[in-house]
């Protein structure tokens, strides 16, 4: 009986997929009944399929069936280490269930804090030590000698990429330099010309920048219609 | 003719005059006719002397006194007053005349209750008076003519019948009628038969009787109530003295049953008022409360009281409240109001539709001719599986050969952490390089280690390592551990590079995989050979490299990432940064099908050619599009430039 309702649930998925994948495709005539339809339907699966998730792969399998190991391990050491590890981030997370009633919400207001901090403290020390001093270093050695290609032909593509990329880094950190100084009454204060000249150059950085993220997403949508033209002819294709 | 004597002045005044010719006072509502030479008129105003009074019955008697009182005019009322005012101020400014000593005690009599063995001689007393008031009025009429100056100059005694007058009428049980109404003859007194007088008596009697309480009941008042003392004997000082330093006697005589006459003027002054009046002054009538058509009490504590409150059942007997319509009277205009209103009302509380947007319009056809131009080649190559297009070489696109040497240096057999950190939208253009990594890897006989950061990795990460196989081998690869969701973000991140065995303790099989080889010696993520990446967002692959990429550089493992081609911009600085922070990557479909190229596992289902068509068919729709809107910008500023 499971192996016949395996055997039938491709097809099945398939069939769903397949009226799925129509119901989007529906809204190259705007916004219907169809389109929405298939919009509520992902939201809700995928809001049953989170929940499902954090109770199955988080509070079972990372909180009590450690518990349950070792207690029949007999593991007191372990499970001495264990609960001091678990033990704060199970009240942390009981304590902020207080936010979802309005009476008692103020009362989860420290561990939010905490956690606020300590994320915070988490991204700005990554950001710092992932991003920002390698990046640095990166544009400052952009025209390293020692870093140049060997081959004479190769050097002057080295050049030019190093010269662009050193004017596309100055001048767009130019643009969002906002600081002036008033040198007539009167007059609107205005950034030195070097500065505006320089920032316009930025700009055009910018839109360039912009201009080739919106080709990543455009050629990313691309892909996925042409993924799910295909899937619909595999999927009616063996009826021909 | 028949004079109208004015009630203010006294003066008679001509009949056809409405108001008094020397006071200017009106006649008609209050004026008292003069009687004529004559008896007929002396007879109206009298008409109870002239009549057989007839015995009645006490309660019947009792009802007629009211109306006898109303029926008495109101110049007689105000005769009264200011005969009892005139003589209340003789008797204390002056020394009583003798005629007036008569009037008093006249007036005491009225005051003081009558004894019951002195009744019959008080009504005789009464008789007689009367018997005078009417030989006045009648028979005597030609010794005392009706003149103005006797009718100005009337004497007390004149007043005190006038006020005697309505009790007899009322024992009458007749009402008085107008003094113009026809009256029957008044009988002298002398002329009186005994049985009129005998009947008149008893009538008195009777009358009193209605208003006099039983005897026994009259007997605690009597004692009560001193007898009050004679008004010559006052001090002089006595007016200008507070009322209530005056002596019991001279207080308000007690009411009593037998009280003929419940209109005492000097009881109605307030005795504040009184004491503040100066002594040298007249002092003007005082007001006299209306109290005549008052009905006189006959039982309880208040008996022989006139002008209380009625203790008749009547009044304090509950009646039904009177209804009243609640429908209101409108007009068909205001009703024709107020439904238009109930329909402004109805048309607020009704939430409007929209107005639906027609389906063709301008916008909506260009975007199907814009859909039809990219479906239309696109579903063309997908079914014709074409196979014209050429795959990209992979030394063209930047990180790809460096992704395909870093797994294909990779030992055999270790433990290679996967992140499935994607949305299911972007399997189609990830899963040409995914599954030719997992080939790889899986040629390599690496243990994966399947961790997801997005909720939906878990399912993304068991159906691909299910669906993908090693070359040679259609036996699902069982070298693997998902161990799930990460919560938390970049917080649970930096929990799993820093401890990963704590963070994910157990697969979703339920295995402890981090005391089993090969993971059982990993406690940090640089214990692992490589990190790889599958992800379609640039912040998620920021993450990774800020969170993950510092240990790894300081175990000088690789951090490899398979991408979108939305997050390849960003991701691509990391890449080509000296020192590399990023040292393979994959972006897109093109990079797939590139680095699948290199394992010479290249897709044959024509997704390449319709990918590289729909690049076209976009540009060209660019082009034209842009084309377009130039030459309608140019014609329609040409139009505005004509204009």
């Known amino acids: 009986m499971l192996e016949q309702i395996g055997q039938l649930a491709e ?46 792969n988080v509070l079972w399998y990372q909180v009590i069936v450690p518990v349950i190991q070792i207690l029949r391990g007999g593991q007191e050491t372990g499970f001495l280490t264990y609960a001091i590890q678990v033990i704060p981030a199970v009240i942390l997370g009981l304590w902020m269930l207080t936010k979802a009633s309005p009476r008692l919400s103020r009362y989860g207001t420290p561990v939010l804090a905490f956690l606020t901090g300590v994320g915070a403290a988490t991204v700005i020390a990554g950001a710092v030590l992932g991003t920002i001093f390698p990046q640095v270093a990166g544009a400052a050695n952009v025209l390293n000698r020692q870093a140049a290609p060997a081959e004479l032909s190769s050097v002057v593509g080295w050049f030019i990429n190093g010269v662009i990329v050193l004017v596309g880094t100055i001048t767009t950190i130019i643009y969002f330099q906002f600081g002036a100084k008033t040198h007539e009454e009167g007059l609107p204060v205005q950034r030195p010309a070097i500065l505006n000249y320089l920032a316009s150059i930025g700009q055009g950085f910018i839109v360039v920048t912009l201009g080739v993220l919106f080709t990543g997403v455009y050629l990313a949508t691309l892909t996925a219609l042409i993924d799910r033209v295909r899937y619909l002819w595999e999927t009616i294709s063996p009826l021909f | 003719m028949t004079d ?57 008697e009792g009802g007629t006194t009211a109306n006898l009182e109303q029926a008495i005019p109101d110049w007689l009322k105000k005769t009264e007053a200011n005969f009892l005012d005139q003589s209340e101020e003789t008797n204390i400014e002056e020394p009583a005349e003798p005629g007036e000593d008569k009037l008093s005690q006249r007036i005491d009599s009225l005051f003081k209750e009558p004894a019951a063995s002195e009744i019959k001689k008080e009504n005789a007393i009464d008789d007689d008076w009367l018997s005078s008031l009417l030989a006045e009025a009648g028979v005597d009429e030609t010794a005392q003519p009706s003149t103005p100056g006797r009718v100005a100059g009337e004497t007390a005694e004149q007043g005190i019948q006038e006020v005697e007058a309505p009790p007899q ?110 002594a040298e002054t007249v002092a003007p009538s005082p007001p006299v409360e209306d109290v005549s058509s008052a009905d006189i009490v006959t039982a309880g504590p208040l008996a022989g009281l006139r002008g209380v409150i009625s203790p008749h059942p009547s009044a304090v007997r509950p009646r039904k409240p009177p209804t009243y319509s609640i429908k209101l009277r409108v007009t068909d205009d205001q009703r024709a109001r107020v439904e ?127 669906s993908v196989h090693p070359l040679g081998n259609t036996k699902t690869y069982s070298s693997y551990a998902n161990l799930g969701y990460v919560p938390g973000g970049t917080l649970g991140l930096s929990g799993l590079v820093s401890d990963p065995p704590n963070i994910l303790p157990y697969s979703l099989n339920n295995d402890n995989v981090w005391t089993a080889p090969p993971l059982d010696g990993v406690t940090n993520i640089k214990d692992f050979s490589a990190v790889i990446v599958f992800t379609n967002d640039a912040d998620t692959a920021r993450i990774w490299i800020e969170q993950a990429g510092p240990s790894l550089r300081q175990a000088n493992r690789p951090l490899l990432f398979v991408s979108s081609a939305q997050a390849e911009p960003l991701i691509l600085p990391y890449y080509q940064s000296t020192p590399a922070q990023v040292q393979g990557l994959i972006a897109g479909l093109s990079g797939g099908v590139a680095y699948a190229r290199t394992l010479g596992n290249v897709p044959q289902n024509g997704e390449w050619d319709a990918y590289s068509v729909g690049i076209t068919v976009s540009i060209l729709i660019l082009l034209v599009g842009t084309i377009a809107g130039g030459v309608i910008k140019m014609a329609s500023g040409g139009d505005n430039t004509d204009k």
């Open chain 1, 11 to 56: 097809p099945i998925g398939a069939i769903i997929g397949f009226l799925l994948t129509i119901l989007v495709l529906s809204y190259v005539i705007g916004d219907n009944f169809l389109f929405r339809l298939a919009m509520h339907i992902f939201i809700g699966v995928a809001s049953g399929y989170a929940a499902v998730l954090i109770i199955y």
């Open chain 2, 340 to 466: 238009m209103m109930e329909e402004l009302l109805a048309d607020e509380e009704k939430p409007s539709p929209l107005p639906s947007p027609p389906i063709l319009t301008t916008r909506n056809i260009f975007r199907i001719i814009i859909a039809v131009a990219l479906l239309l080649p696109v579903i063309w190559m997908i079914i014709s599986g074409g196979k014209s297009a050429s795959p990209p070489q992979p030394g063209s696109l930047p990180g790809v050969v460096d992704f395909t040497q870093q797994l294909q240096s990779l030992p055999s057999g270790v433990p290679v952490l996967i992140a499935f950190d994607y949305e299911a939208g972007f399997s189609g253009e990830l899963n040409v390089a995914i599954a030719n990594a997992i080939t790889q890897l899986m040629n390599k006989n690496a243990f994966l280690v399947l961790v997801s950061t997005t909720p939906s990795g878990p399912a993304l990460a068991e159906s691909t390592v299910e």
């Open chain 2, 169 to 278: 009428q009322e024992a009458a049980g007749e009402p008085a009628g107008e003094p113009e109404q026809e009256m029957p003859p008044a009988i002298p007194a002398e002329e009186k038969p005994d049985w009129l007088a005998s009947l008149e008596a008893a009538s008195t009697l009777k009358w009193e009787a209605a208003v006099t309480p039983p005897e026994q009941e009259q007997k605690p008042a009597e004692e009560k109530l001193p007898e009050p003392e004679p008004e010559p004997e006052k001090p002089p000082e006595l007016p200008a003295q507070p009322d209530w330093l005056k002596p019991a006697s001279v207080e308000e005589p007690p009411t009593s049953p037998t009280e003929s006459e419940p209109e005492i003027a000097p009881a109605e002054l307030p005795s504040w008022l009184e004491a503040l009046k100066p």
């Open chain 2, 4 to 60: 109208i004597i004015c009630p203010l002045c006294g003066k008679p005044n001509p009949p056809d005059l409405d108001e008094c010719q020397y006071c200017q006072a009106p006649l008609k509502t209050a004026g008292f006719v003069a009687p004529p030479e004559g008896g007929e008129d002396a007879d109206k105003l009298f008409p109870l002397a002239g009549k057989d009074a007839q015995p009645q019955d006490q309660a019947k």
